[in-house]
């Protein structure tokens, strides 16, 4: 062993201490040039796993300068910490004891393919072993000192073992599901154990047990985690510690460990963890949640989905953000009724909310079939929806939907009844303040500098809508269109500067809204035409709307805010409003933060298309990510943006 190189790396520190990135040295601990000449670290990829995403950097590493944590040909950094000790500290261990139970309380390990399926419970009173195969040119196998004989002597020492116990064959869960594996159905029979041959989760075999069999599969020190017996027929890097069964005797390891104490080594000191949208460097449990968001999103699609009422358009990005490893939606064409053929095996139907073909609902009650409502979020993209600028942002309701205030929403019951710990309103104050500093609001659009106040005063920012939309129709508006919106808010702000915003479709030429020049002229002090909403908001002292989501942004900004409808933020005591017997809370601002933008809808990163949490996609915005801008590239948008150029220049104006 190379005692200098040694002594200059050791002790090593913690995860979060250390900041560069991978430097890849394709070596082995086993390779003679790696004990003789100082080479740099070893990155090979960690124990955290997105799959085959292709992120800034892979989530997780784990590094080593002596060689590599599955060569027991030779020692490794992580061996040696193991047998020397002295990095024991309380804090580390506290750590490694609250990550061992994060992870299997949201059963995540080395892969997370949401095709993996749960073994099915012992039944009670009945023992069970499970035999862990691993794929045929595994490097781990080889270098844990075993072979393809050792797989035979694992079934038959299950077999002698347990004779009466039920005896399962299951791929190891850290491997690529498809891959081929050293046990056949053959094999398996002719000891009397079983090949379960869909994919499994490392936590199942870890819980549905009494004892595990591997040769060096992730998945026996994952089991050791969760207190299950466990016997290797190799020399993975868990195993001559004290708490496996070991078939084989590895003279430099001595000192006897806890499973948690290895974790501690490989997970948080020898290993290294990166922001997969970013490449930033990060701590084991910010990795440990971004894993968790993808991997629940993951299993949210990992169902038979079938979308309705979809213009052409969105069916490449909605396909994106409704997708899993292995699942695909199916995206139907044209606004039919739903048959009840076509709900056959389906797991789930979304729709977009305001094309919902008719009878989808009664059809889908028929079937038994779970109904979603998709729309659009609160932090969308660079550009209007209606000039098919594709989303990054959107929301499934399986109640109602957020807009229709003639019932109940997923987002108002959460907000009525939801629990918002003090941790998540300390992320929803800080994700206010960055929204506010980004200066990000829905759409992002509007350029034009903001107009001088024609007078001293208050200012009221009236906020035109589209006059069709269905959050008018639906949200409870007691005002008829932007005309009666402008005579009213003049009506009881007689001395205030009105300044009216259309609404940027409007402004556009693509949907209905338009307020004549005579009635705007009588009414308002100035119109705010191509200026951001975020420029509007912070002039005003005030905004009165019907529902428009600006009220939202502005209470954001501490705004006084007056709706004449009845929008998802209003009603709970932050707004002047008509009010609504349903919501009975009074929230402050943080809580309906949290609600309304962190627990409620659904972020997908423009760059690397995962799933992501909001502050990510804030962090896009502010930086006029190009892939937010993109226009979706279909006649349909070559004929819109034509007829918007004609509106504005020709046509408005005459």
Known sequence: MDRGKLKRLWPRMPSESEGPGPRRSRRLGSEPTSRRVRLSDRWDEGFLRLGDVRAERSLSYIIDGLGIHYDATAPSELEVMLEEGGWEADELMARARAGIARLRERRLGLDNDPRRRDLPPRKAGDRRVVIVDQAVGDPTVGFGLAGASAFRAMLEAAAADAPEAERLVVMDPGSAIGRRGHIDEAAATATGARLVRDPVTAWSVAEECDRVYVVSAHSGFESALAGTPVTCFGLPFYAGWGFTDDRLHLPRRTRRRKPEEVFAAAYLVCSRYFDPYTGAPSRFEDAVEVLDLVASRWRENAVPTLCVGFSAWKRDWITRTLSAPGHRPVVRRGDAPVGDGELAGMGRVVSWASRMPAGTEEACARAGVPLLRMEDGFLRSIGLGVALRPGASHVLDATGVYYDATGPSDLEQLLETGTFPDDLLARAAALREAVI???????????????????????????????????????????????????????????????????????????????????????????????????????????????????????????????????????????????????????????????????YPRYVDPRTGLPCPAEVLVQRLAAGDPELARRARTPEAVLKQVWSVVWRRVLRRG
């Open 437 to 599: 500093a980004a200066r990000v609001s829905k759409y992002n659009v509007g350029s034009a500098a903001m107009p001088p106040m024609p007078r001293p005063g208050p200012v009221v920012l009236v906020a035109g809508q589209v006059e069709n939309d269905a959050s008018i129709r639906l949200g409870g508006g007691t005002v008829p269109g932007n005309a009666a919106l402008l005579r009213l808010a003049r009506e009881r702000n007689p001395d205030a500067v009105i300044a009216f915003k259309p609404h940027p479709d409007v402004e556009a030429g693509l949907r209905p809204g338009w307020v004549p020049p005579d009635v705007v002229a009588a009414h308002a002090d100035v119109v705010l035409r191509d200026v951001s909403a975020i420029d509007a908001v912070e002039a005003a002292d005030r905004v009165e709307t019907v529902t428009s989501l600006i009220g939202f942004e502005a209470l954001l900004r501490g705004k006084a805010v007056t709706t004449h409808g009845l929008p998802f933020y209003a009603g709970w005591g932050l707004t002047d409003d008509p009010g609504s017997p349903r919501r009975t809370r009074r929230l402050t601002l943080d809580e309906l933060v949290a609600g309304a933008l962190i627990l």
